[in-house]
């Protein structure tokens, strides 16, 4: 269950950055609806923040930590922020001067791909369990080297695909806060677009997985 919770959010996640194909009543509505699987995922895992009072601490916990707080506070941001710019859901409360504050549409945009960013690095970070958990399931107990290499050579693949992404998308920009108004990606269907940014969540798991194999990263 706590799998299918994880994939159901990025699901969500990725089907909410290609806002620019939705209708803004749907793009409005997954985005608050997006509160519900995100709660049930701290619900889940309430035990890390009792454990966060426990134990020794160093630099992959520190690291981790930062990164979880991140990626809730981009979360929260993104979540509040499209609230206030609403054109539907929120237009009869939200007054239209915050509505059509300019700063608010930019830091909606800003903050919702550092939560992408943070949200693949996160995904990396627990990759090796899942992928443990993945051959156990499957009964694998033993990986030959040329299946390790075919893992190797389509990690590589995958990286430079999400890295391409990132510079269709022109995701450096848009994370410094500078206004896009149209990037290469775009000019792909729907379809072509979420792909795109599934590149970019992946190449920043990757990141995160690499993350993970620093010394004591794996808390038991």
């Known amino acids: 269950m706590r799998y299918l919770l994880d994939i159901l959010m990025l699901m969500m996640l990725i089907f909410e950055m290609t806002f620019f194909?939705?209708?803004?009543?749907?793009?409005?509505?997954?985005?608050?609806?997006?509160?519900?699987?995100?709660?049930?995922?701290?619900?889940?895992n309430r035990r890390y923040v009792a454990s966060?009072?426990?134990?020794r601490w160093n630099g992959p916990r520190l690291v981790r930590l930062l990164l979880n707080i991140l990626l809730v506070v981009s979360c929260l941001v993104t979540i509040v922020s499209g609230c206030l710019t609403s054109s539907v859901l929120f237009a009869d409360v939200v007054p239209f001067s915050?509505?059509?504050?300019?700063?608010?549409?930019?830091?909606?945009?800003?903050?919702?791909?550092?939560?992408?960013v943070l949200a693949g690095l996160h995904l990396g970070w627990h990759l090796p369990a899942w992928w443990q958990r993945w051959l156990h399931a499957a009964?694998?107990?033993?990986?030959?080297?040329?299946?390790r290499m075919l893992l190797l050579g389509?990690?590589?693949l995958f990286g430079a695909g999400g890295i391409y992404a990132a510079q269709q998308d022109r995701l450096i920009e848009?994370?410094?806060?500078?206004?896009?108004?149209m990037a290469p990606a775009l000019s792909y269907s729907g379809a072509g677009y979420a792909l795109?940014?599934?590149?970019?969540?992946?190449?920043?798991?990757?990141?995160?997985?690499?993350?993970?194999?620093?010394?004591?990263?794996?808390?038991?």
């Open 174 to 181: 848009r994370l410094q806060g500078a206004h896009i108004f």
């Open 154 to 156: 389509l990690g590589v």
């Open 196 to 220: 795109t940014q599934v590149g970019i969540l992946i190449v920043f798991a990757e990141i995160g997985w690499l993350l993970s194999l620093w010394k004591g990263a794996r808390l038991k």
């Open 98 to 116: 915050l509505r059509s504050n300019p700063f608010l549409y930019q830091l909606h945009s800003t903050a919702a791909r550092c939560f992408l």
């Open 52 to 55: 966060l009072g426990r134990g």
């Open 21 to 44: 194909y939705l209708p803004p009543v749907l793009h409005e509505v997954m985005g608050v609806a997006f509160l519900l699987p995100v709660c049930w995922h701290f619900a889940l």
């Open 139 to 147: 009964g694998i107990t033993v990986r030959p080297l040329p299946a």
